[in-house]
């Protein structure tokens, strides 16, 4: 399978000097285009052992200080991160021919931000958030559907406290390469590295 890519130019020129406005302009567009899950996000992180795992998470915020995602602290990627947190981030908006990619380090949000998110999610998700032991072994789905059915009952009358367990994670980010598809493979690519004085460097990388 081959498809041409004619998503547009990407000029120096056009490109913001702060990465993050860059983002926010990539961001909306992508939101205007009603491209599913825009927000949606490949995390990869690296084992104790070396092994790189990647999985999708959705972006919720996102800053001059990096991106906001939330898990639980029991899942492979929070026992991940905590052994090492240098991550990587990638926007996949293949409707736009774009792709953005994201390297930095991770780092717990406070619990106070975590309280403010958890209390706009549904119900639903809150109670959720309860009941699954992320990325463990399970015998059944059945046992899940038991335990949600009682953890429903047991906040029935009342808010659906924060998890201990749970909560997010900002990655701050050191590089930021935009990437926009161009025909006969000849892609734009610009990198923005970020200097010791927290100023951002900008170079255009081969495609």
């Excluded at 639980?72 to 052994?83: L, M, P």
């Excluded at 780092?107 to 999610?121: D, M, N, P, V, W």
């Amino acid at each position: 399978m081959r498809a041409e890519y004619s998503g547009g130019e990407l000029r120096v020129e056009d490109l913001k000097a702060d990465p993050i406005e860059q983002f926010a302009q990539w961001f909306a567009q992508a939101c205007d285009a009603n491209i599913l899950e825009p927000n949606a996000m490949s995390l990869a992180t690296v084992s104790p052992q070396g092994q790189p795992s990647l999985r999708t998470v959705l972006l919720k915020s996102y800053d001059t200080d990096g991106f906001v995602f939330f898990t639980n602290f029991q899942s492979r990627k929070a026992r991940e991160i905590e052994h090492n947190p240098r991550v990587s981030l990638m926007f996949p908006w293949l409707a736009l021919a774009r792709q953005l990619i994201v390297i930095g380090a991770a780092e717990r949000i406070s619990t106070a931000q975590t309280l403010r998110y958890f209390l706009t999610r549904p119900r639903g998700s809150q109670v959720a958030a309860w009941i699954s032991p992320q990325s463990s072994v399970i015998s059944s789905r059945k046992l899940l559907e038991i335990e949600w059915e009682q953890m429903k009952r047991k906040f029935a009358d009342g808010q659906v406290p924060l998890p201990p367990f749970w909560g997010g994670y900002r990655v701050q980010p050191r590089e930021i390469e935009f990437w926009q598809g161009r025909p006969n493979r000849m892609h734009d690519r610009f990198r923005y590295t970020i200097n010791e004085d927290r100023t951002w460097k900008l170079e255009q990388l081969a495609p």
